[in-house]
C-alpha cells in the first residue's frame, strides 16, 4: 500500500494509507459481527478482528469524492447524517463548515419519503423564527411567549440541520449507515445517492459510493468527514469560477 499522498481525476487530496492506519480507518469488527457482502473490501484477519484493505478503501474514496465535488459544482446540497456518539458533533461541525444541511439527533421517519409535510413544519419553523427576531410576538402574553420559546427549543433540536431546506437533497454523506438504516432505505426510494463509510458488518451494495472504514473511531470520522469537506469545497470553488468567468 502506498504511503504517499493521493490525487483522484478531480485533483482532490486524499490522505495516504499511512496516515488511515494512525487513525484506524482499516479497523473493522470481530470476525462474529460481518457482513458477507463485505468481503471484497477485508485485507485480513487478526486477533479475530477484520482488516480493511486500505487499497480498496483510497479506490472508493476516490469515487466518492469525485462524485461529491461533482455535485456540489453544480449547486447541489449533500445531506450529512450521523447520529451515534462518536460521529454527532464531527457531522455538526463539517456541515456547518461547507454549508451543508445534517442531522445529528435521531432520523425522523419521513424526512425524505414525506418531505412535502416535513418541508411545511420547516417553513412553520423559519416564520416563527422570523417573528421573534422581528419584534412580532412580543404582543402576545410572557406566558404565550415562553411558549413559544419552548417550541422553538424542540424545533430546533429535531430540524434544526435541515431548517434551511426547501427541497430534497441531492445526496446524502453518512457516518454510521447501521444506525441509520431507515434513511437509507428513504434515500434509495427516492432515488437520492449515497456515500457512506462501511464498516465489515455492513450491506455495501444500498450504498452508492460505499467507503470501506472503520466507523467508530473518532479519528477515523474526522479524517473521512474533513477529506469529504475538501471535495466539497473545492467543487463549490469551481462553481464560482465558472461564475465569475461568464
Not at 48 to 71: C, G
Not at 92 to 97: D, F, I, P, S, V
Not at 112 to 139: C, D, P, Q, V
Amino acid at each position: 500500500m502506498t504511503t504517499k499522498e493521493t490525487k483522484n481525476t478531480n485533483s482532490v487530496t486524499i490522505p495516504s494509507a499511512e496516515d488511515m492506519v494512525k487513525a484506524g480507518v482499516h479497523f473493522g469488527h470481530r470476525t462474529s459481527r460481518w457482513n458477507p457482502k463485505m468481503d471484497q473490501y477485508i485485507f485480513t484477519t487478526k486477533n479475530d478482528v477484520h482488516i480493511i484493505d486500505l487499497e480498496k478503501t483510497i479506490e472508493k474514496l476516490n469515487e466518492a469524492l469525485s462524485f461529491l465535488k461533482d455535485v456540489a459544482s453544480k449547486g447541489g446540497s449533500i445531506l450529512f447524517l450521523g447520529t451515534g456518539p462518536s460521529s454527532r458533533e464531527i457531522v455538526e461541525k463539517t456541515a456547518k463548515e461547507t454549508g451543508m444541511p445534517y442531522v445529528s439527533n435521531r432520523w425522523l421517519g419521513g424526512t425524505i419519503t414525506n418531505f412535502k409535510i416535513i418541508s411545511k413544519r420547516l417553513e412553520y419553523f423559519r416564520e416563527l423564527e422570523r417573528k421573534r427576531e422581528a419584534g412580532e410576538l412580543k404582543k402576545y402574553t410572557k406566558k404565550e411567549q415562553l411558549d413559544f420559546d419552548e417550541e422553538l427549543k424542540k424545533l430546533e433540536r429535531k430540524f434544526g440541520g435541515i431548517k434551511k431546506m426547501t427541497k430534497l437533497p441531492d445526496a446524502l454523506f453518512v457516518l454510521d449507515p447501521v444506525k441509520n438504516d431507515l434513511a437509507i432505505k428513504e434515500a434509495n426510494l427516492a432515488k437520492i445517492k449515497i456515500v457512506a463509510l462501511c464498516d465489515t458488518n455492513i450491506n455495501p451494495t444500498v450504498i452508492d459510493y460505499p467507503i470501506p472504514s472503520n466507523d467508530d473511531a473518532v479519528s477515523a470520522l474526522e479524517l473521512m468527514a474533513k477529506t469529504a469537506a475538501q471535495a466539497i469545497e473545492e467543487g463549490k470553488a469551481q462553481k464560482q469560477e465558472l461564475a465569475e468567468e461568464k
